[in-house]
């Protein structure tokens, strides 16, 4: 019934030019005319509606308070009586420079002649206190109204206004894609923008859950004394990534399916070639108290460019370069560049222990599931000293798991290509009941230790876990495409808490 009633005020206007009393109107479905205060009413909220379709109505003024001229003037103690102090104080000065008011005798009066125009636009009766600048908002505003609406007590009267139209089709609030496309906005009407209408709160940046625990667990590396590696380099060479690890090219992770290789560039640039002479040399014939693999060395495979699959690609550089000086060799940044060989003192070999730790991603040509995806985190510590053992190994994951908050743990015998012994880390899970695996170590072979130069008695350890098994156990994720990937709720990431081991 409203957009009816809102339609027969337009076509009576239409016929008419003006509806000079609304209680003259029959609502649709009654019988008699709307002269019921009821009917008004009804009438009102129709004329709200359409009233508010072109543009919005600025209310309050001083100037729907003052007389007009030939009147009995208001004076001042009248105005800031009727709009408040600060409405008179703000309202008079603009109104006299505007030309909206003039003084008469002690008081004051409004010019009618300034704030109508030829249309014979009316002034709507204004209800509440508010600025002279909203006042002139308004009178901009009414000049360009569909149509224009004066109070007559319990009733009104309505003119057409300059844009007036007997169309009540709402004006469109959004310019979209379909409509560029068709060109159907050149003859839509849009809605007017408000820029006085209060927007939607912007909120700050969130931290995803997984920076939260990376840095909780960076912290508690920081906090055992390890200096954290550069591990930037997400591109790769088979060298690094398995060569240097002692990882036999015929291993099945080097395989397509397990390993994102670049198509272009397809190949890396030449390692150090007196150390890359040393590892081939053991992986083919053996060396070092190892019998090697006795396969064919293939410089392509080693040369093949790739997205690394550990971290441990980094570690590997990193040991490298700190088995330099034990070497006789100066390398800064560069891992090609050399200086002349030679130790200055004899009795002093080199090597200076040291703990490193590395947090970043990883890539593997895996299926993605609940519990898999393609690009992940590896969380990896690496701990080099004279003659440690294996019993320094789990003491120091012990140390580390405990920091983590998991206290109840056990190791098993596992086989990795570049460590060993090696062992697999269980954790009591509280909630699942059950043992679930959390992460793998070991102590790096001589044969990847030797090649690079470090003294006989120089032990490495190594351990490594994942970023986003923790993650989802400590705000209870259970499919890790939720956490990470476009199925992930910015609304859970910016009310996150906090995570404390």
């Known amino acids: 019934m409203a957009e009816q009633l809102q339609q027969l ?31 008004q009413i009804t009438i009102l909220g129709a004329l ?14 001083c100037l729907g308070r003052l007389p007009e001229r030939g009147s009995a003037p208001f004076s001042a103690q009248d105005l800031r009586r009727a709009v408040g102090d600060e409405t008179a104080k703000v309202g008079q000065g603009r109104a006299f420079k505007s030309g909206w008011i003039a003084k008469e005798g002690n008081g004051f009066v409004k010019v009618v002649s300034n704030i109508t125009d ?4 009316e002034l709507r009766e204004v209800e509440s206190s508010g600025t002279l600048a909203a006042g ?16 007559k007590g319990q009733w009104f009267t309505v003119h057409k206004g300059v844009n007036f139209s007997t169309s009540i089709a709402k004006p469109e609030t959004d310019l979209t894609v379909d409509m560029l496309t068709s060109g159907s906005w050149k003859k839509s009407t849009f809605k007017k923008y408000n820029f006085d209408a209060d927007g939607i709160p912007t909120s700050g940046g969130a931290l995803h859950p997984i920076l939260k625990v990376r840095e909780e667990i960076r912290s508690i590396f920081l906090e055992m004394g390890f200096e954290e590696m550069s591990t930037g380099t997400f591109v790769e060479s088979g060298f690094w990534c398995f060569d240097a690890l002692f990882v036999p090219q015929l291993h099945p992770a080097r395989e397509l399916q397990d390993t994102f290789y670049l198509s272009d560039p397809s190949t890396s640039l030449p390692p150090p070639s007196d150390y890359y002479k040393r590892v081939a ?9 190892s019998i090697g693999y006795r396969t064919p060395w293939s410089h392509e495979e080693s040369h093949k460019l790739l997205l690394r699959t550990h971290t441990t690609a980094s570690s590997a550089a990193m040991l490298y370069k700190l088995a330099a000086k034990c070497r006789g060799e100066d390398i ?23 703990k490193l730790f590395s947090i970043d991603r990883v890539f593997r040509n895996e299926t993605m599931d609940a519990t898999h995806l393609a690009e992940f985190h590896q969380v990896e510590g690496v701990v080099a000293d004279r003659n440690l053992t294996l019993a320094d190994l789990i003491g120091f994951m012990r140390t580390f798991f405990r920091k983590m908050g998991m206290k109840n743990l056990r190791f098993k015998p596992a086989y990795n290509p570049y460590t060993e012994p090696s062992l697999e880390i269980f954790a009591w899970h509280p909630l699942l009941e059950k043992w679930v695996e959390i992460g793998n170590s070991g102590m790096f072979r001589p044969e990847m230790l030797a090649p690079m130069g470090f003294p006989p008695d120089v032990r490495v350890h190594g351990w490594g876990i994942g970023l986003e098994r923790p993650t ?27 995570v404390m081991f």
């Open 9 to 39: 005020i337009l076509d009576t206007l239409d016929a008419q030019l003006t509806l000079p009393d609304t209680r003259a109107l029959k609502i649709p479905g009654q019988s008699s005319t709307a002269s019921s205060h009821d009917a």
């Open 281 to 289: 040399r053991v992986h083919e014939h053996g060396g070092y108290g």
């Open 118 to 121: 030829t249309t014979q636009i």
């Open 136 to 151: 002139e908002k308004a009178l901009a505003e009414l000049r360009k109204r569909k149509l224009i609406i004066q109070r």
């Open 48 to 61: 709200n509606s359409l009233f508010s379709r072109e543009a919005r109505l600025a209310r309050g003024s």
């Open 472 to 498: 989802m156990i400590r705000y209870g994720v259970n499919n890790i495409r939720t956490l990470v990937g476009h199925k992930t709720s910015i609304e859970n990431v910016e009310n996150s808490p906090a």
């Open 332 to 354: 800064d940044g560069d891992l090609s560049q050399k200086s002349q060989p030679g130790v200055a003192n004899p009795s002093d070999d080199g090597f200076r222990p040291a």
